[in-house]
């Protein structure tokens, strides 16, 4: 199957912008998406990119998409602490409904 | 819109026993849904897949004798841990695909997962 991969951890302050990463393997990639996990709690859909597009903007998130490097990324501005969580990527298979996840990165955030 | 609800949220059982899991999908119909497990600190793994009115399509290494999926419904799938072991202890998550809607026909949405232990 497809593979997805994230860095496990990233801190950042408060105010700070993250940055989190993504690399996918699928070629025939055509949605690729970004979901927040709390503890305890399901996935939260916060944003997806079709895979004709560059970047997508949507308030405080920015996802870039480098479809030839095969690369996905969120920028989260202005970072809170209520943005502690984990973010998974997810890259959609050829199969509709499919998802391949990522492991997840556990954003922390510092006041 | 486009919520998904599980119940229980957590469960509490003996070995041995079998627990049933619901995934609803709120104000939409699904004509797919998906049965995901996620260890600690790891990533959701795909179980099965559920399609309204037919089997089920597992995964390769999912059991389908010991972990049932029934999706009765456009809104409703079930799945039951049969005689369930410890090492069935675990979070999962189903999700529903509404086919259309704002986010385009592929996007799934999550239920807020069930927690079982099995003692």
């Known amino acids: 199957g497809e593979d997805v991969e994230q860095s496990l951890f990233l801190s950042v302050r408060e105010g700070d912008s993250s940055v989190i990463n993504c690399t996918y393997t699928?070629?025939?990639?055509?949605?690729l998406y970004w979901y927040k996990q709390e503890p305890g709690a399901g996935l939260q859909l916060l944003t997806y990119?079709?895979?004709?597009?560059d970047m997508k903007q949507d308030q405080r998130l920015t996802v870039l998409l480098n479809k030839k490097d095969k690369h996905l990324s969120l920028r989260i501005a202005d970072t809170q602490t209520g943005d502690s969580a984990i973010y998974f990527c997810?890259?959609?298979?050829?199969?509709?409904?499919?998802?391949?996840f990522g492991r997840g990165t556990q954003l922390t955030v510092w006041p | 819109g486009a919520v998904v609800s599980q119940h229980p949220s957590r469960v509490i059982c003996k070995s041995g026993t079998s627990v049933k899991i619901e995934c609803r999908s709120l104000?939409?119909?699904?004509?797919?849904m998906f049965w995901y497990r996620q260890f600690p600190k790891q990533s959701l793994m795909l179980m099965a897949t559920?399609?309204?009115?037919?089997?089920?399509?597992?995964e390769q290494g999912v059991e389908k004798d010991k972990f049932l999926i029934n999706h009765a419904s456009l809104t409703l799938s079930t799945l039951t841990v049969t005689s369930a072991h410890p090492e069935d202890s675990s979070f999962y998550i189903c999700?529903?695909?509404?086919?259309?809607?704002?986010?385009?026909?592929?996007?799934?949405?999550f239920g807020p997962g069930t927690r079982l232990t099995v003692l």
């Open positions: 999700s529903a695909l509404p086919g259309t809607g704002a986010h385009g026909a592929d996007t799934q949405y």
């Open positions: 699928d070629s025939s990639s055509t949605y």
């Open positions: 990119i079709f895979s004709n597009m």
């Open positions: 997810a890259d959609r298979g050829s199969t509709l409904g499919r998802l391949y």
């Open positions: 104000d939409f119909q699904a004509t797919t």
């Open positions: 559920s399609n309204e009115g037919s089997k089920a399509t597992y």
